[in-house]
């Protein structure tokens, strides 16, 4: 039976969202970056990574394995590279802090480029290219995470979802923003069937005889235990593609850990040598592109434009509505959850209801 969801309004969301990261010990400058990244995650529609991860950060916080106060350190730094460490604070507030540091370096030199090191998760990646759009400049970024997905004709976790992202400005009012996992579906997503009471759909997960893992609840902790292991984009096989899924999420590794001197792969399981929990020492990168260096910004989005244009206007499938962008969903997602609220189901009332009780935020009285 579907969970019942009931919508919240925005800034209900976002004031609550502020207020839990603040109650925990988070600065209210850092938590208003938080609450920037999360909000912009649903109203994307992109659920998996948007209030419903505020529990996760919430625990992790109470438990010791992450920072309320980020520590930004600048361990390396030139005109166009920095390397930064974390020190296990929030990802959200050094993402923020590195793609602008990417970005003030564009802007003098042409390029932009931050590794990062002993960070943690930092929310939607597709929130850091547009920060580069807004100053007209290309973006993209990549993050390690978990090992969660399996390396072609595996079945031991090995790679996290290490998504591949890259956003361009255009002359439309929807950027091109492609944000997506080198796995056929990230951790998060599987959250979310958790969340939804579904099942996991064959072919994204298989247990540690290769068969497909479907059982969403066991999944989660099979995860965690090396039972199971989700797929790379591609699948299992050769055949359809898997080596080129699990080829990108090692590129993603390998910048996410190479440059910075960070941990990887099984470094990231978030367990000391004793099995006790530890900080997953995450890593990102973060790359800034001045279009302006190479041709007028005018053209160039009106060249980004016109392809976009030109494959929505191709010829499609019979039956099927219209061709996609990247972007363009979440763009029209954002206008309707401006004005209908957030969707928020049965099982994430309960956790925003748990925080909210205990931090005792009982001003926020929500409709469920």
């Not at 998504?163 to 492609?178: A, Y």
Request: glycine share 10%; charged share 25%; net charge negative.
């Amino acid at each position: 039976m579907a969970a019942q969801v009931v919508l919240v309004p925005v800034d209900t969301i976002k004031n609550f969202i502020k207020d839990v990261l603040m109650g925990i010990g988070v600065p209210a400058d850092d938590a208003e970056i938080c609450q920037s990244v999360l909000i912009a995650s649903d109203l994307k529609g992109i659920d998996s990574h948007g209030v419903g991860r505020l529990k996760m950060y919430y625990d992790r916080i109470k438990d010791g394995i992450q920072q309320p106060t980020t520590n930004f350190e600048i361990v390396k730094e030139t005109e166009t590279t920095a390397v930064i460490d974390g020190h296990h604070g929030m990802g959200h507030v050094v993402g923020v802090h590195s793609m602008q540091m990417a970005i003030d370096m564009a802007g003098k030199f042409g390029l932009g480029a931050v590794a990062v090191r002993n960070s943690t998760h930092y929310g939607i990646a597709g929130y850091y290219p547009e920060m580069a759009i807004e100053n007209n400049m290309i973006g993209l970024t990549f993050t390690n995470a978990r090992p969660s997905v399996a390396p072609t004709y595996g079945v031991e976790p090995m790679l996290g979802t290490n998504p591949l992202t890259f956003g361009c400005p255009t002359d439309e009012d929807c950027s091109f923003v492609i944000d997506c996992a080198t796995s056929i579906s990230q951790r998060g997503k599987i959250e979310l069937y958790d969340r939804a009471e579904k099942d996991t759909p064959e072919g994204v997960a298989i247990d540690d005889k290769g068969n497909p893992h479907t059982d969403t609840k066991k999944l989660l902790k099979d995860l965690v235990s090396g039972g199971a292991a989700l797929l790379p984009m591609g699948g299992a096989t050769e055949e359809l593609g898997s080596h080129k899924g699990y080829g990108w999420s090692v590129m993603a590794e390998i910048l996410c850990a190479a440059l910075q001197d960070g941990s990887y792969m099984k470094g990231l399981l978030g367990f000391d040598d004793e099995g006790n929990r530890a900080p997953y020492k995450l890593g990102h990168f973060f790359l800034a592109i001045n279009i302006e260096n190479f041709l007028p910004v005018e053209l160039f989005k009106k060249i980004a434009g016109n392809i976009c244009r030109e494959l929505r206007a191709s010829k499609r499938v019979e039956g099927e509505p219209r061709i996609y962008t990247a972007g363009e969903k979440e763009f029209e997602s954002e206008k309707v959850r401006m004005k209908d609220g957030i969707p928020i189901n049965k099982n994430l009332q309960k956790n925003l209801i748990a925080m909210r009780d205990e931090l005792g935020l009982l001003k926020y009285k929500f409709p469920f």
